[in-house]
């Protein structure tokens, strides 16, 4: 074992190619991949013949031939537009039989600040903690906001590879997982893997390690390619976001999209809410799309919607549209959120 410059024991696993990709973890990994794709072709011709091509998927891994299907892309346009790789659901498996060996192993080199696409841990998580970092610091400090420039379409393939190889010596494993990084393009990742989310995670893994250590800022927070941090001076801000900008050219090959420094009493515009420190709403965007929703009686949005808004100051204004829209006050609509299929979600 030896440390990394990011200051934690590197330990470097082998034999997880064995591990992954076993009989019984490829049918556990089936299992995973199922919660999500039930009801649709993919999965209900892989079941079909569950144990053959489960069999199929064993012999092609360990006899080298396994090479994934070729993706089918859409577009999105909400928030933004992207290009999504939806992969073959055999790939599915696949992936899932390596993200429950390594996920563990990298899962232990995060810091508790990075939030997005891990267990216990999403937007309504890192708000909070977004706020509570403004409820902590001066009320004279700045906060430095930044935003990576098409970070996944930007990810360099070869310094994934080499971060990867940090933790994992097992080569036959470390070739399939990059099977999975390769989408047409010189640079990035493919949007749409299970992986691809892990990846990023690691990618951008020393950059959270650089902040907390070499910066030594107290207070920040990351979810994907957005990343604050709290409680600073102007010429700190200033400073730390020149740092920041050699840091991730120099040793990622990525740049900023955009950089905000603001005054605490301005409140942060992160991961969906505009957040102050005694208060949280979500954004005008939202609120469009509640009321186009409501208008058109689109019960999955506005629950969605309902449950993104549940600890803002925002779900008030929400309940009382929807009352003036069924006339009818907001307790004595249960029949929204039991259409819903969501019966935890709890009115206030």
């Known amino acids: ?81 992207r290009i999504i790789f939806a992969p073959a659901f055999r790939d599915c498996v696949v992936q899932h039989a ?13 810091i508790d ?9 999403g937007t309504h998580k890192a708000s909070d903690y977004a706020q509570h970092a403004l409820q ?36 036959r494993m470390v070739s399939v997982m990059m099977l999975f990084t390769k989408h047409g393009e010189v640079l990035g990742i493919p949007i749409g893997n299970l992986l691809s989310q892990l990846y990023a995670l690691i990618y951008l893994n020393p950059l959270d390690h650089y902040i907390k250590r070499a910066l030594q800022i107290k207070y920040y927070c990351r979810y994907v390619d957005d990343f604050i941090l709290f409680g600073l001076t102007h010429k700190q801000a200033l400073a ?25 009493n301005k409140g942060v515009n992160f991961v969906g809410y505009r957040t102050w420190s005694t208060k949280r709403f979500i954004r005008k965007r939202s609120l469009y799309n509640f009321k186009q929703a409501a208008k058109h009686s689109k019960i999955d949005s506005i629950i969605s919607i309902l449950g993104h808004a549940r600890k803002t100051h925002t779900l008030k204004y929400l ?22 299929n969501q019966s935890n979600f709890a009115l206030p």
Do not use: W
């Open 1 to 81: 074992m030896r440390t990394s410059g990011e200051g934690f024991i590197l330990k470097r696993h082998r034999q997880l190619f064995e591990q992954a990709f076993t009989h019984d973890n490829l049918v556990q990994a089936f299992y995973d991949a199922a919660k999500s794709k039930r009801g649709r072709r993919g999965c209900f011709d892989f079941e079909k013949h569950l144990a053959i091509n489960i069999k199929d998927l064993h012999n092609e891994l360990h006899n080298g031939s396994y090479c994934p299907k070729p993706y089918f892309t859409f577009t999105i346009h909400e928030p933004k537009e």
């Open 98 to 110: 390596i993200y429950r060996i390594i996920s563990p192993i990298f899962e232990s080199t995060f």
């Open 113 to 121: 600040q990075s939030f997005a696409c891990r267990v216990g841990f």
């Open 136 to 171: 902590q610091i001066p009320s004279n400090s700045y906060t430095l906001k930044l935003d990576i420039k098409k970070f996944f379409y930007r990810i360099d393939r070869t310094i994934l590879k080499a971060l990867i190889e940090k933790k994992i010596k097992d080569q």
């Open 240 to 264: 730390y976001q020149q740092k920041i900008i050699d840091y991730i050219d120099s040793n990622l090959n990525l740049e900023l999209s955009k950089s905000t420094i603001a005054k605490v």
């Open 319 to 340: 309940l009382k549209t929807l009352q003036e829209k069924y006339h009818a006050d907001y307790l004595q609509l249960p029949k929204i959120y039991r259409s819903s």
